[in-house]
């Protein structure tokens, strides 16, 4: 009897805080159309009293979302079996209102401004021919930098990754402490963008393709500790059980019994990130990574059209062909 | 002489899993030892305990008069190199040649940087020859059937050169015939080098062909020891329950 009790005034809980948060939501989303059309503001302690008289009125309607969650069919009063329709169609139609008016959708705007982009469209498809081996190199230099930014990459990530394998690090203090702390870095460095670290790495050796294979490089190594350390997690703990008992030391059994099974898929992921890589290494270029994506930041900026086609072909040109090879070349290692 | 003797061994996983409940066994040298007993009966712990990559809870194992269960690294990795084991997945590393499967039995004689030497070759294909396999050496594992890996895991045991060798239910990934060829290689090792087996099997036609002794294990506490040929109707329904039947492999 207790344990019911217990549920039912959780029931009665989460029922409120539904039907409450509702009551706030409406609220505060009229509020916000109030103050668009009459551009004026309302005090908030107002819309908080008012959305709080809104829901002490659903208290006394049956079937609101939070009471039907528990509900039984039988037991709902038929003039009001649809209220918790109309509130939810309600919430969807004022989201979309609220929505509309804070992206500022302009649907004039797309359909009668395309004019301006006439020339840039223009550019596009007839693009300088006589910037096209200058571009040429700049995206061989582009293509070298992501290059040498998975290189330095690779080995810190491999030996790193070993460090943040649950399976091997799991069996000490020390260990766990290792993998938790390699864990959090290298999740904290992933979610920086690779522009921000170019930026800090552009104020730190100077604007050029060192900086960007330094922002590259940096992301990289954290990516590829994740991938090569869940594929280390992922391997047949057979081979390892039986080079143990052999009498092998633990680096002879990381040598002999996980490296040759993570090899092919090690590879892989490492080229799927030179891939990954080359694309991020224009973006990079943008903020002063140099190579192409400098040269395509600085055209746009004369509004030099001809030449930005030029740019976002070769870009477009490069990024196809790294795609095709080196899926076909993970295809090729992951599958023996 | 014995080479295992196990002294009042216990293993909890955890509060509630006791796998091995008060074990007592002595194991003598030259003895083909055949473990009996229902899966989770135990078998697999009580021989992963004696080289330990189980750590028992309790109790005492000695392996030729060494200490195994408080041995220092070093010491258990010496005790290890002593002691041969063969899996019932025969895990083998499947990306390596075959020669080089082989020649990882002899790790324990290596540092990280040493490469093999000549003679470790020229043993490691004799140890393949032996299990007849010489004409594999250079193909990679994952090419082979089940039989053919099991007999490069013990040409990888032989180049231990084992005193004893474990064996988790060596043939319960094969075939009946391949079972039984996989068993005789077992046999001649026994017979010919002197090598001791203890080895889980869940046939007890193959126990009688090959063992010299039967220790059947249920719940994890030994439940008989003696001959194959003393395990009656009566023995075996008390170590597999009152409904099993003997079902006979040829």
């Given at each position: 009897?207790?344990?019911?009790?217990?549920?039912?005034?959780?029931?009665?809980?989460?029922?409120?805080?539904?039907?409450?948060?509702?009551?706030?939501?409406?609220?505060?989303?009229?509020?916000?159309?109030?103050?668009?059309?009459?551009?004026?503001?309302?005090?908030?302690?107002?819309?908080?009293?008012?959305?709080?008289?809104?829901?002490?009125?659903?208290?006394?309607?049956?079937?609101?979302?939070?009471?039907?969650?528990?509900?039984?069919?039988?037991?709902?009063?038929?003039?009001?079996?649809?209220?918790?329709?109309?509130?939810?169609?309600?919430?969807?139609?004022?989201?979309?209102?609220?929505?509309?008016?804070?992206?500022?959708?302009?649907?004039?705007?797309?359909?009668?401004?395309?004019?301006?982009?006439?020339?840039?469209?223009?550019?596009?498809?007839?693009?300088?021919?006589?910037?096209?081996?200058?571009?040429?190199?700049?995206?061989?230099?582009?293509?070298?930098?992501?290059?040498?930014?998975?290189?330095?990459?690779v080995?810190?990530a491999f030996?790193?990754s070993?460090?943040?394998?649950?399976?091997?690090?799991?069996?000490?203090?020390?260990?766990?402490?290792?993998?938790?702390?390699?864990?959090?870095?290298?999740?904290?460095?992933?979610?920086?963008?690779?522009?921000?670290?170019?930026?800090?790495?552009?104020?730190?050796?100077?604007?050029?393709?060192?900086?960007?294979?330094?922002?590259?490089?940096?992301?990289?190594?954290?990516?590829l500790?994740?991938l090569y350390?869940?594929q280390i997690?992922?391997?047949?703990?057979?081979?390892?059980?039986?080079?143990?008992?052999?009498?092998?030391?633990?680096?002879?059994?990381?040598?002999?019994?996980?490296i040759?099974?993570i090899i092919n898929p090690f590879l892989a992921f490492t080229?799927?990130?030179?891939?990954?890589?080359?694309?991020?290494?224009?973006?990079?270029?943008?903020?002063?990574?140099?190579?192409?994506?400098?040269?395509?930041?600085?055209?746009?900026?004369?509004?030099?059209?001809?030449?930005?086609?030029?740019?976002?072909?070769?870009?477009?040109?490069?990024?196809?062909?790294?795609?095709?090879?080196?899926?076909?070349?993970?295809?090729?290692l992951?599958?023996? | 002489?014995?080479?295992?003797?196990?002294?009042?061994?216990?293993?909890?996983?955890?509060?509630?899993?006791?796998?091995?409940?008060?074990?007592?066994?002595?194991?003598?040298?030259?003895?083909?030892?055949?473990?009996?007993?229902?899966?989770?009966?135990?078998?697999?712990?009580?021989?992963?305990?004696?080289?330990?990559?189980?750590?028992?809870?309790?109790?005492?194992?000695?392996?030729?008069?060494?200490?195994?269960?408080?041995?220092?690294?070093?010491?258990?990795?010496?005790?290890?190199?002593?002691?041969?084991?063969?899996?019932?997945?025969?895990?083998?590393?499947?990306?390596?040649?075959?020669?080089?499967?082989?020649?990882?039995?002899?790790?324990?004689?290596?540092?990280?940087?040493?490469?093999?030497?000549?003679?470790?070759?020229?043993?490691?294909?004799?140890?393949?020859?032996?299990?007849?396999?010489?004409?594999?050496?250079?193909?990679?594992?994952?090419?082979?059937?089940?039989?053919?890996?099991?007999?490069?895991?013990?040409?990888?045991?032989?180049?231990?050169?084992?005193?004893?060798?474990?064996?988790?239910?060596?043939?319960?990934?094969?075939?009946?015939?391949?079972?039984?060829?996989?068993?005789?290689?077992?046999?001649?090792?026994?017979?010919?080098?002197?090598?001791?087996?203890?080895?889980?099997?869940?046939?007890?036609?193959?126990?009688?062909?090959?063992?010299?002794?039967?220790?059947?294990?249920?719940?994890?506490?030994?439940?008989?020891?003696?001959?194959?040929?003393?395990?009656?109707?009566?023995?075996?329904?008390?170590?597999?329950?009152?409904?099993?039947?003997?079902?006979?492999?040829?």
């Amino acid at each position: 009897m207790a344990k019911n009790k217990k549920v039912h005034s959780k029931q009665r809980f989460i029922t409120n805080i539904l039907d409450y948060s509702i009551s706030l939501y409406i609220g505060t989303t009229i509020a916000f159309l109030y103050n668009y059309w009459s551009e004026t503001t309302i005090n908030p302690w107002l819309v908080f009293g008012l959305s709080t008289l809104l829901y002490l009125i659903l208290i006394f309607i049956p079937n609101t979302p939070g009471k039907s969650l528990y509900t039984e069919k039988e037991s709902r009063i038929k003039f009001f079996s649809q209220v918790y329709h109309y509130i939810y169609s309600a919430l969807i139609a004022l989201t979309i209102v609220v929505g509309w008016i804070m992206v500022e959708i302009s649907p004039v705007e797309f359909f009668t401004g395309m004019d301006g982009t006439r020339n840039i469209v223009r550019g596009l498809f007839t693009p300088d021919k006589t910037i096209f081996w200058r571009m040429v190199s700049e995206l061989i230099k582009t293509i070298y930098l992501a290059l040498m930014a998975t290189i330095f990459a690779v080995p810190i990530a491999f030996l790193l990754s070993f460090l943040a394998a649950s399976n091997l690090m799991n069996k000490t203090w020390l260990g766990r402490t290792v993998y938790a702390v390699i864990r959090t870095i290298s999740t904290i460095i992933r979610s920086i963008e690779a522009i921000v670290w170019a930026i800090i790495f552009a104020v730190w050796v100077g604007i050029g393709p060192f900086a960007g294979m330094l922002a590259l490089m940096i992301h990289s190594i954290a990516a590829l500790v994740k991938l090569y350390s869940e594929q280390i997690e992922n391997i047949d703990q057979g081979p390892v059980e039986a080079i143990t008992s052999t009498g092998a030391s633990t680096l002879q059994v990381w040598r002999y019994a996980v490296i040759p099974q993570i090899i092919n898929p090690f590879l892989a992921f490492t080229i799927y990130r030179w891939d990954i890589n080359v694309r991020m290494a224009t973006i990079v270029g943008f903020v002063g990574g140099g190579g192409i994506g400098l040269q395509l930041f600085q055209k746009q900026q004369m509004t030099d059209w001809n030449g930005v086609g030029t740019i976002v072909w070769l870009i477009a040109l490069a990024v196809w062909i790294m795609d095709m090879v080196s899926a076909e070349i993970r295809k090729k290692l992951l599958s023996n | 002489m014995s080479i295992i003797e196990i002294n009042k061994l216990n293993k909890f996983y955890d509060e509630a899993t006791h796998a091995l409940k008060d074990v007592d066994l002595t194991i003598k040298e030259g003895e083909f030892l055949i473990l009996l007993g229902l899966s989770g009966s135990g078998k697999s712990t009580l021989l992963r305990c004696l080289n330990r990559l189980i750590e028992p809870t309790s109790g005492g194992i000695t392996f030729l008069g060494k200490d195994v269960v408080t041995a220092s690294p070093t010491d258990l990795k010496s005790i290890r190199s002593d002691i041969a084991m063969i899996f019932q997945q025969f895990n083998l590393v499947k990306n390596l040649t075959v020669l080089t499967n082989v020649l990882t039995g002899s790790l324990s004689k290596h540092t990280f940087f040493s490469r093999w030497t000549k003679e470790e070759k020229e043993t490691a294909l004799k140890n393949l020859k032996r299990v007849g396999l010489q004409d594999y050496a250079y193909r990679k594992v994952r090419n082979l059937s089940g039989g053919q890996q099991q007999r490069v895991a013990i040409a990888r045991a032989l180049m231990q050169k084992p005193k004893l060798i474990l064996a988790d239910e060596p043939v319960a990934s094969l075939d009946p015939a391949t079972a039984d060829s996989v068993m005789n290689y077992l046999g001649t090792l026994n017979r010919e080098d002197g090598i001791t087996v203890v080895c889980s099997l869940h046939f007890l036609s193959l126990a009688r062909k090959y063992g010299t002794r039967v220790v059947a294990l249920k719940d994890g506490k030994i439940k008989f020891s003696g001959t194959p040929n003393e395990i009656d109707d009566a023995k075996f329904k008390e170590i597999y329950g009152e409904d099993a039947e003997e079902v006979e492999i040829r």
